[in-house]
Nanobody
Framework: QVQVTESGGGSVQAGGSLRLSCKAL????????MAWFRQPPLKEREFVSD???????NYAQSVQGRFTISQNSYRDKIWLEMTNLEPENTAMYIC??????????????????????WGNGTLVTVSS
């Protein structure tokens, strides 16, 4: 199993910034696809951002231009820089990890890990 751990959440005022981190347990020769989701109070979980193997980021329209995702070279860590936070951004931010398709197809050990893994989340609270 791939252990997923998030950190960096907290309470900030509107206009403030936070940097979230996600770490996944690294296995040899296994590359990960990682993404950020969030679940606001009383709402469903929604996509926030992910980054592909070419380091091309994708963002939900609601955070475009304010959030920045990045990853390390081993593809087992991602960060989410959040700026100009708004109360609407209050949510549990959750990291999703999955062994990349290429790794699953080329390595049997990685193939056994090729399911979705979710962290417990890190809470972000933005006050007005």
């Amino acid at each position: 199993q791939v252990q997923v751990t998030e950190s960096g959440g907290g309470s900030v005022q509107a206009g403030g910034s936070l940097r979230l981190s996600c770490k996944a347990l690294r296995y040899p020769d296994c590359a990960y696809d990682m993404a950020w989701f969030r679940q606001p109070p009383l709402k469903e979980r929604e996509f926030v951002s992910d980054i592909d193997h070419r380091v091309n980021p994708n963002y939900a329209q609601s955070v475009q231009g304010r959030f920045t995702i990045s990853q390390n070279s081993y593809r087992d860590k991602i960060w989410l820089e959040m700026t100009n936070l708004e109360p609407e951004n209050t949510a549990m931010y959750i990291c999703k990890v999955k062994v990349s398709l290429a790794s699953a197809l080329t390595n049997t050990n990685c193939r056994r890990l090729a399911v979705d893994y979710w962290g417990n989340g890190t809470l972000v609270t933005v006050s007005s």
